[in-house]
Structures are given as structure tokens and as C-alpha cells.
């Protein structure tokens, strides 16, 4: 029987992985640029840590199960949690202002479907201890830089004030319907039309002229003096202005956001948000009773793979640029061949020797298969003058040089 | 309640974090430079894959769960099984002769020990397709320069031929010791010395004499022309003649391998082989009914980064170069210090802002905690001359300058 992968999970062949990898790299450049140190915790963790924390919905999600030691563990559902637990734990070992990025897989008990898997990258980057507006501008910054370093300069930030929408929203709160709740029907402007978030207001227990009021002055509210001065210094920092876009309805579906709130769309990738984030000030007092002011950010990990090469931005070909064939199965041949392969490797030229000796038009094949550029050919006439024969393959073009010289033109 | 990590488990820290990704990169550079590429396979696997191919003391050591679909998985226990299905699945995508690396966490239900951990990273590189002498040597070669490209060039790789061993064996197993059991008593010679090691063949039951000749003549037996050849081949592409040693005794535990096999070690590390592996012909068809030879080998990650951080090799301090100060409350203060942070993050200079308005000393300790080397200062009369006050750490020496001269000193 042919064993197959689980639904929900994904095994990636090298072409995905390296534009996987080759963004994972990207974004650690940008976080360490800003001052954004690496951790990493565990896969596995109690799930009394993981459990209570995300709401009943989530907790039919998180991954649990009962080890050998008839311990009740749980799968990382998320980074937020086992981070409360880290900067708990680890408080004396730490800086007062923390700032720290990560990036690893989440695991969720969820229906798989389109662009929805059980297991996931998440790309977290937070700066804890302080409750100041240069942290919100340098997570805006470092936000925008992480994008911009890909190629994708057009994020367009939408920013809000989730002060401003608590302050705007509450005067419409009735006995059964919380500021909550009426946030996360506002949420969904982005899916729905006015009337249908109306709508939903209404069954909720609104008023229809409460429900369209509300909706009014939301989109009506003024821009608080924090986000304005957020804003400011978050162009001071190099994020370009026409790239911070105030959007008053912008409110984020979780609760404990306390002050900004953001969210990153990419003009012409259309599937969708690749992620926001906001500050959260009480969350980590809530979660592990640990008084921490936080601000940061998750992306998108999938999204933004296939944002940047929807716009051709990540590498199609592999890094391996030369193959060198063996011309037959002499001795002389085979040692020129795994000669050569090595001068090319010293010289930081990515080279795969072809493993056995087979007809040159089968050794061309696999270079082609794997879309190398480069194929190095030694035979008896090359050896007799101390040189190789380099074609390049998308042209066909085939020249007879001095290993030098090849390392000279690829390096 | 105070929450912890699971035993057996390990949060990272970002002074260890940015060692093991250090590391992590320098091997990923290494391979693609010998022709690997990434793949990456999911976390959890159907149990029924994992199971019953690691022989059964393992099976009890394989995390397995049913999740809420009813179904039987299991947490990634090693990289090789994974693969195999990898392989199976995708054989008309892939190519005919397949390189490819892996780096991952894997999981193992054992009792926590120094060293010894239930989640840790393996590092492993096969080549898939082919049963010739250079792939061996292919390998051997990658291998050699992955310790190399670190600084770990002192690596020796001792080698040997498993069917010599076989051969050699072969005539002193009995009913009730196999010719594996014998391997696995002799592979212990690394850390038994010969008389007990030959107690134990007794213990097994094989005579006295018996178990004494076995040890001779394993000692004496003659290198095979397959790993002469083998050999001879690593020595062309590169890897020195004296790191490779070959050593008749070496068995590896493993029943699976069919010729090749090899360990290394670093001398200046005492804790143990940093990992090995060899040629394996069968164990893709047993495990998978997919016939292809193969070729590879794991790295053990913890004890090589441990080896190269014990001899200075990795990073110690963190990336970020800078910490720019805010000097004053004042709004000019503030914009001209998030100013020069963006100017030096756009020349590349990985930089911090202190995020809050506070005494210099107290910005200048989180420097000190941080051991972030240079510190920027822009005060009131540094403004009025558009210049900046540059101070290193570690000398205490400070200099007043154009931002641009600072670039100039630090990119």
C-alpha cells in the first residue's frame, strides 16, 4: 500500500522549499536589522498552558494528547502563548525592553481546505516592556521593512485605534450585546457590505437605527492624537506615507488589543490580509498573571510566499548551477571530472557530480530535469589541453576554457 | 502557578538560538554548494507509517495519538521513514538520481538524560538513485566539508566496509547469535575495551575462542577495493587523505547499511561521534517496497554546535550593532534619533531604538545587557552641528560625527 501524507499537511519538493526558506531568511535579516533577536520554544507543551487560552471555539483545535507519562500535552497551537510562558520563566535572563522574532510551525485541528492547513509557519515579531509610541512606530517600521526587503514595497498599512473604536462603539452596547461583539461584526467589513454587517447587528439584538448609527460614526470617528503621533515617527523610521492608510472600521477580530491596530494588504496580491497585529498591553497579565506591555505583529507566512512569487520575486531555479559529468568510466576521466567538481566548490560554485558513468545525453538530461544552467563536459581531447567544455544549456552554447576560466565566468 | 517547558524539551534563548542557526545555515550553504536541495516533510505522519520500521524497543519511543478525526498519527520520529514515503509519492516528479537535505526536529518518548533530549534537530543528506562509487564518495565529501565550512576541519572520518565486516563475521555466528548481534557487540569497541567486549560475544554464547578470533580477525581484515576506491575518489574532491581513517572494527549499530559506513569525530571534542551513516541498498524497498539504492548520512546538530562553540567558531555576540538613545522628550530629540536608526538600518547596520525617554544611563545599560557594541547619542548640541556622538562599548571611547561617517565605519 502507497503511503500518502496527512490531510492538512504538506510535504514540499525543493522548488517550494527554497522559496520557503528563501523568505524565512529574508524576514530574520529584516527582524535582526531592527534589533529583533531569535528564540525558539518547544513543539510540544502542557496543555494546561495551551488550554482556556484562546477561547472554547480554539480549544477544540489545539492538538492534545496524553504522553507516556500520562502527562496531558498539547501541540504549539501558537506563538503568543508558550512566549508569555517563555518571558515568565525567563525574566532574570532578560532585557526590561524585550525584542525578539519567530519563526515555526503552529499546529491546528481545523477543516482543512483551500489555503487552510494543520499545520502552518508563523512569523512573530514583538517588542515586550514598553508602552511607548516609538514601539509602535518601530513594529510598524520593521512590519513594512520586512515586506519591502522582499520586493514588495506596495504593502499598504491600514491602521486603527482600538481605543478610539471602544470609546466610538460602547455607547451602543446593550445588556446582551458586548463592545466585543459588536467589534467583531465591524470586522467584517472587509467581507461584507454595509447593510449585511447591519444585519448582523440587528439579530445580534441591535436597533436597526442604533446598528446604522453606529456604523456611521465609526467611519466618522477622528483620528486619536496616539495614532497620529504612532504615525509620525513611523515615517521618521522610513515607512513611506502613502503607505500608512488610517481606516477607521479596521478592528481586529481578537479582543486584547489595547491601543494601534494594523493590518498589511498588498495591492496586487487580492487573496487577502498578510497579517497585522496591534498592542496588547494586558494580554500577558491575563495569560500568565505576568505584567508585560507588548506590541508586535504576526504575517502571513503562506500568503506572503505566494504574494512575492505571484510577483516573480522568489528564486524559480536551484542553487545548484553547475553539473559535471563523467565522460566515461577510465580512471583519468572519472578523477578529472571529481577533480574539477572540487575547484568549482572552493570557488563557492554550487556543483553536483553526475554519480555514474552513463551517456552524455542522459547525464544532459538530469541537468535539465533539475534545470541546471551549466554543464561541465571532460573528455580525452579536453584532458590533453587541461581544459573543460562548458555548455550552457537554456542556449546550447558550448565552449572550450580553462577550469579557471569557468570559475571566473560563474562565481 | 508559575508555568514550565516540558522535561525533555528546550526553550532557546537568543544567545543559544542564534548559535544553532548559525550552524543550521553554514550546513544548508554547504549542501546546496554539493548539489542538495531542501525538502521538508510534515510534523505528524500516519502512525502506521512510523511504526514497526525502527525495530520495537523504538515503537515505544514514537509520540502517537488519535486526533480528532479518529485517526492513528505520530510525531515525526526520525527523517528517514518520512522520506521513503516522500520518495514513493513523488517518484514522477522527482529526478532519477535525487540529493537532498533535511534539517528538522524530531521526536523520541525516551527518559530525559544529559545530551539527551525528547525534541531535537537532525541534519540529514542522502543521495537517492544511484549505487556508485562516487556517490560514496560524493557524500563523504559534502560530509567532510560541512564540519569544514565551519572551522571543524580537524574532522576524522573513520570508515569501513560493511560487507567485509559480514564477511568476516559470518563464519562465527551460531543458532542463537546472528551475524547483527555480533556487529552490535563489536560497534561497542568505542566504548568497551576488547575483553569485555569479548565477554560479552561469551555472554551472547559464542565460545571464548570463538569470540577472541572474531575480534582478530575483524582487526585484521583487509580493506576492501570498493572503500580503496571509495576512498581514492573523496580524496579528489577534496576531502584530505590523513581525516580519512579507515578502521576494520567500526560496525555502526544500525542493521540496514550494505556497504559503505562511516562516523566522525572531532578530536578536540571528546563527547562523541558528531554523526555517521553509509550506503543502504534495501532499506527504501523493505521499508516501502520502493526500490533505490542510497547513500547519506545524519548529523548529530546538538554536538556540533556544541564541538564549534566550545572551540570559539560560533557567533557570541548578537547582530544588533547599535542601540540609538533618545536623548529628550523633546519631539526634534526624538525624530532625529529615529532618523539615524532608519539611516543606519538602510546601509545594512542591524540597529535598536531605546524605546522610551529615560536617563542616558539607564539606555546605555541595556546596551551593556545586551552586548550591543555601540551606542548613538544625539543630544541638543550634536543636532545644532547635524553630526552624532558614537559610543564604543567596550572602550568607552566616544567620538562626535556625521551620521555618514558613522556608516562608513560600521557597514
Redesign the interface.
Known amino acids: 500500500m502507497?503511503?500518502?501524507?496527512?490531510k492538512g499537511?504538506?510535504?514540499?519538493?525543493?522548488a517550494e522549499?527554497?522559496k520557503?526558506?528563501f523568505v524565512a531568511?529574508s524576514m530574520?535579516k529584516t527582524f535582526?536589522?531592527?534589533?529583533y533577536?531569535?528564540?525558539?520554544?518547544?513543539?510540544?507543551?502542557?496543555a494546561?498552558?495551551l488550554l482556556g487560552k484562546y477561547g472554547l471555539e480554539a480549544d477544540?483545535l489545539v492538538?492534545t494528547?496524553?504522553?507516556?507519562g500520562e502527562?496531558q500535552?498539547g501541540?504549539r497551537y501558537d506563538q503568543t502563548v508558550p512566549t508569555a510562558?517563555?518571558l515568565?520563566?525567563?525574566q532574570a535572563?532578560?532585557?526590561?525592553?524585550f525584542?525578539?522574532y519567530q519563526i515555526q510551525?503552529v499546529?491546528r485541528?481545523d477543516k482543512p481546505q483551500a489555503g487552510r492547513f494543520?499545520?502552518f509557519t508563523q512569523c512573530d515579531c514583538d517588542?515586550f516592556?514598553?508602552t511607548?509610541a516609538?514601539?509602535d512606530?518601530?513594529i510598524l517600521?520593521v512590519y513594512y521593512?520586512t515586506f519591502a526587503d522582499l520586493g514588495l514595497s506596495s504593502l499598504v498599512i491600514e491602521l486603527n485605534d482600538r481605543e478610539t473604536l471602544l470609546a466610538t462603539l460602547s455607547p451602543f452596547t446593550i445588556t446582551t450585546v458586548d463592545v466585543f461583539s459588536i467589534i467583531q461584526s465591524i470586522d467584517k467589513l472587509d467581507k461584507l457590505s454595509e447593510p449585511e454587517v447591519i444585519d448582523e447587528l440587528v439579530k445580534k439584538g441591535l436597533q436597526q437605527t442604533a446598528a446604522t448609527a453606529c456604523l456611521v460614526q465609526v467611519k466618522n470617528s477622528t483620528i486619536s492624537s496616539n495614532l497620529k503621533d504612532i504615525v509620525q515617527?513611523a515615517i521618521?523610521?522610513?515607512v513611506p506615507a502613502e503607505n500608512l492608510k488610517i481606516h477607521p472600521t479596521l478592528a481586529r477580530g481578537l479582543d486584547y488589543y489595547t491601543g494601534m491596530i494594523f493590518e498589511g494588504k498588498i495591492p496586487e496580491y487580492t487573496v487577502g490580509s498578510v497579517g497585522g497585529g496591534g498592542r496588547y498591553n494586558n494580554l500577558l497579565k491575563d495569560l500568565?498573571d505576568f505584567d508585560c506591555p507588548a506590541v508586535g505583529f504576526g504575517i502571513g507566512f503562506d500568503r506572503t510566499v505566494e504574494a512575492a512569487d505571484q510577483l516573480g520575486l522568489l528564486p524559480s531555479a536551484?542553487?545548484?548551477q553547475v553539473?559535471v559529468t563523467?565522460f566515461d568510466e577510465s580512471p583519468e576521466s572519472?578523477?578529472s571530472s571529481?577533480?574539477a567538481?572540487?575547484q568549482l566548490?572552493?570557488a563557492?560554485?554550487?556543483?553536483?557530480?553526475?554519480?555514474?558513468?552513463d551517456k552524455i545525453g542522459k547525464q544532459l538530461k538530469?541537468a535539465d530535469?533539475?534545470k541546471i544552467p551549466y554543464v561541465l563536459v571532460i573528455g580525452e581531447s579536453e584532458r590533453a589541453q587541461d581544459q573543460v567544455t562548458l555548455k550552457q544549456m537554456d542556449t546550447g552554447e558550448q565552449t572550450q576554457l580553462h577550469i579557471e576560466a569557468v570559475i571566473e565566468r560563474l562565481a
Do not use: C
Not at 32 to 35: A, D, E
Not at 37 to 46: D, G, K
Not at 65 to 68: A, G, H, L, Q
Open positions: 502507497q503511503q500518502q501524507n496527512l499537511f504538506r510535504d514540499f519538493l525543493p522549499k527554497r520557503r526558506d531568511a530574520s535582526q536589522k531592527y534589533g533577536e531569535p528564540i525558539e520554544t518547544p513543539t510540544l507543551e502542557y494546561s498552558l477544540k492538538y494528547f496524553e504522553d507516556r502527562r500535552v501541540l510562558r517563555f515568565g520563566q525567563y535572563q532578560l532585557p526590561k525592553y525584542r525578539r510551525n499546529f485541528a494543520r499545520e517588542i516592556g514598553s511607548s516609538v514601539a512606530a518601530e517600521a521593512a515617527k521618521s523610521l522610513g500568565m536551484p542553487s545548484t553539473l563523467i572519472i578523477t571529481l577533480e567538481a572540487q566548490r572552493v563557492g560554485i554550487a556543483t553536483e557530480v553526475f554519480p555514474e558513468v538530469l530535469q533539475k
